[in-house]
């Protein structure tokens, strides 16, 4: 029988991961993969549909569109992991693997921030981001303030990209002028370890009038009085709140004893985790890197070239170097970029490519390669 390899979660780590086992093992890959969900949507939609450039249904990529050779992709819920026998039980029975792969992504802790769905809107999830959506044309004068409530969390750039979007939003209504906008967040500044992308966004608020207030995150919200508490204490009133929720990794991964700290330790270079057989890439594992979908990607890279690698007798790849790319929006269309470094040196380093036309092309190709890719 040839070896079992299960797959926990279908997102930019999971469908990566299987897509290459699929090209490099082809009908004998033997792969499970596992996903509650029906669809994948790139996180950047969630900008997309929050300030009602995209429609939620055509960011949905569903998941009846993915077949591979050697893989079989399953609705299930799972409820369990034991990572010594590597059994995943699920809702709808149980899985047993010989390599098991954890790639179940962060979830969110909107517990955590007292308030923050009461009094206040989470841009996060793509339901979050409809509300939002409908919240937005509401409001046309006050105190709006972009929030983060906790860290790590997904994507450093995204709460940047919507203070700078929001400008853009009510510039475009004629009531920016009636509206102040705030960005608070843990760092000191947006993208600690890229000092020139940091540079250029905090140049793109001032220009905007955009007050970036970093280094305290947002402890609770008090809905009756529409007022932030930070977690350094001061208080900031808002009319619109739209926050970052804590994140933490998923339930069913907290309970199977695997994490530590919230997230699942692995070796940075090979992405195994302290238990034989079993790996953690992406969201869900503590690797030293940002939570983004290219860095999820690039350690699946990793952890498929190794299993084919065994497989076919070939050479192990090289460990997983930590480098990525992500867009950011910085408004009017504009499309930055930096490019960071997180493992190879002795501390973080990141480049800024500056905004431009090339750049605008380059994030829709980031997004269209995968879908042709994994959804062919
Ligand atoms: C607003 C925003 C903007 C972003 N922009 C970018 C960007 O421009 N570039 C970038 O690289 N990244 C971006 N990201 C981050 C990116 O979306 C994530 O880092 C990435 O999706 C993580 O990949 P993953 O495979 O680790 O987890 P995920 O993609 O989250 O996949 C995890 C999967 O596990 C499944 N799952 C979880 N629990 C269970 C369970 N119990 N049973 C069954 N299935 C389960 C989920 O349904 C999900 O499909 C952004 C995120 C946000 C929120």
Known sequence: MSERIVVLGAGFAGLELATILSEGLGEEAGVTLIDDGDAFVFGYSKLDVMFGH?????????????????????????????????????????????????????????????????????????????????????????????????????????????????????????????????????????????????????????????????????????????????????????????????????DVVLASGMAEDGYVPVDSRTLETRFPGVYAVGDVATVGVPKAGVFSEGAARVVAATIVARRTGGAPPAGFDGRGSCYIEFGGGRVGRVDIDFLSGPKPTGTLKEPSEELVAGKRHFGASRRARWFS
């Open 54 to 250: 995209a429609e939620p249904e055509s960011v949905r990529i569903p998941y009846a569109t993915f077949a591979k050779p050697g893989v079989r992709l399953l609705r299930e819920t799972i409820t369990a992991i034991d990572p010594e026998t590597r059994t995943v039980t699920t809702d709808e029975g149980e899985h047993e693997a010989d390599v098991l792969v954890v790639a179940l992504g962060a979830d969110y802790d909107y517990a955590a921030t007292p308030g923050l769905l009461e009094g206040g809107n989470e841009f996060y999830s793509v339901a979050g981001a409809e509300r939002v959506r409908d919240v937005l044309p509401t409001f046309t004068k006050g105190r709006a303030v972009v929030g983060v409530c906790g860290a790590p969390f997904k994507c450093p750039p995204a709460p940047s990209e919507a203070a700078l979007l929001l400008h853009d939003f009510l510039a475009e209504r004629g009531v920016r002028d009636d509206c102040d906008i705030s960005l608070v967040m843990g760092f000191e500044t947006p993208i600690p370890p890229s000092p020139d992308t940091s540079a250029a966004l905090l140049e793109a608020f001032a220009e905007r009038g955009i007050a970036f207030l970093g280094g305290s995150k947002v402890a609770s919200l008090d809905p009756a009085a529409s007022v932030a508490t930070l977690e350094n204490g001061s208080e900031i009133p808002f009319d619109l709140f739209l926050g970052v929720p804590k994140h933490r990794a998923p």
